[in-house]
C-alpha cells in the first residue's frame, strides 16, 4: 500500500525554469509533508517543509504548494540551477507525540541542463 | 557541529552472515530513526527510537532485524542470517525529539548480501 506517490520518476529542465515536482498521498491522517534532496552516496538533505493547517510555504527559490482536499502537494524551484540536479524525495507523517515516522514517496531524478 | 554518522559506510557479506550497523546521531537528539532504501525502491521506514525505546517497530521486515540504542546515543541496527533480498541503503536520520518534524539524515551504509 503505497501511500505517498511521487509518479513521475524523472524530471527535465532547463536552467533558469521553473521546476514542478509533484506528490500524491492517500493517507487522511498526514498533517505534516517534508521535501528532502539526495545527491548519490549521500544521504537526504531536509529541503523545506509545509505543515497541513497552512497551503503554501516558501523558502529562497523553493515553495512548497498543499492542496488537501486533492491530497496533493507540490515543490516549486526557481529558478532551477543545474545544482538542484538530484533526487528529490516526498515525505509525508502524523504529527504527534506517537511518533514521527516518515513515510516517503519513491522519489523524482531533476536534471537541470545548464 | 558534527552530523549523523553511519559506519560502515559500504558492507559486502555472505548470505547467511550476521551484520551489524552503527549510527551515531547529531549531539543532543533524542529521536533516532532507521530507514532502507532497496534498488529502484523509495525510502522505507524501519524503527525509531525515543531515548533509549522503541515505541514503534512495525516496520522491521521480520524477526532477523533488531536495533538497539544505548545512552541515548548511538544506536546499532543488526541483521541475522542476512539474505540477498537485505540488500540496501541503510539510513539512520535524528531529530531534536519525535515532535519536531525534520530529521537530519547520515550517508547510509551500503549493503550488499551476495
Known amino acids: 500500500d503505497q501511500q505517498v506517490k511521487q509518479n513521475s520518476p524523472s524530471l527535465s529542465v532547463q536552467e533558469g525554469r521553473i521546476s514542478i515536482l509533484n506528490c500524491d498521498y492517500t493517507?487522511?491522517?498526514?498533517?505534516?509533508f517534508l521535501w528532502y534532496k539526495k545527491y548519490p552516496a549521500e544521504g537526504p538533505t531536509f529541503l523545506i517543509s509545509?505543515?497541513?493547517?497552512?497551503d503554501k510555504n516558501e523558502d529562497g527559490r523553493f515553495t512548497v504548494f498543499l492542496n488537501k482536499s486533492a491530497k496533493h502537494l507540490s515543490l516549486h524551484i526557481v529558478p532551477s540551477q543545474p545544482g538542484d540536479s538530484a533526487v528529490y524525495f516526498c515525505g509525508a507523517l502524523k504529527g504527534g507525540l506517537s511518533g514521527s515516522r516518515l513515510t516517503f514517496g519513491e522519489g523524482t531524478q531533476l536534471t537541470v541542463n545548464p | 557541529g558534527a552530523g549523523v554518522s553511519q559506519s560502515p559506510s559500504n558492507k559486502v557479506t555472505e548470505k547467511g552472515k550476521d551484520v551489524e550497523l552503527r549510527c551515531d546521531p547529531i549531539s543532543g537528539h533524542t529521536a533516532l530513526y532507521w530507514y532502507r532504501q532497496s534498488l529502484g525502491q523509495g525510502l522505507e521506514f524501519l524503527i525509531y527510537?525515543?531515548?533509549?525505546?522503541?515505541?514503534?517497530k512495525s516496520g522491521l521486515p521480520s524477526d532477523r532485524f533488531s536495533a538497539e540504542r544505548t545512552g541515548g546515543s548511538v544506536s546499532t541496527l543488526t541483521i541475522q542470517r542476512t539474505q540477498q533480498e537485505d540488500s540496501a541503503v541503510y539510513l539512520c536520520?535524528?531529530?531534536?525529539?519525535?515532535?519536531?518534524?525534520?530529521?537530519?539524515f547520515g550517508p547510509g551504509t551500503r549493503l550488499t548480501v551476495t
Open positions: 527510537f525515543q531515548g533509549n525505546s522503541a515505541p514503534d
Open positions: 493517507n487522511s491522517m498526514f498533517d505534516y
Open positions: 509545509i505543515s497541513s493547517i497552512k
Open positions: 536520520a535524528s531529530s531534536w525529539r519525535v515532535s519536531n518534524y525534520e530529521q537530519y
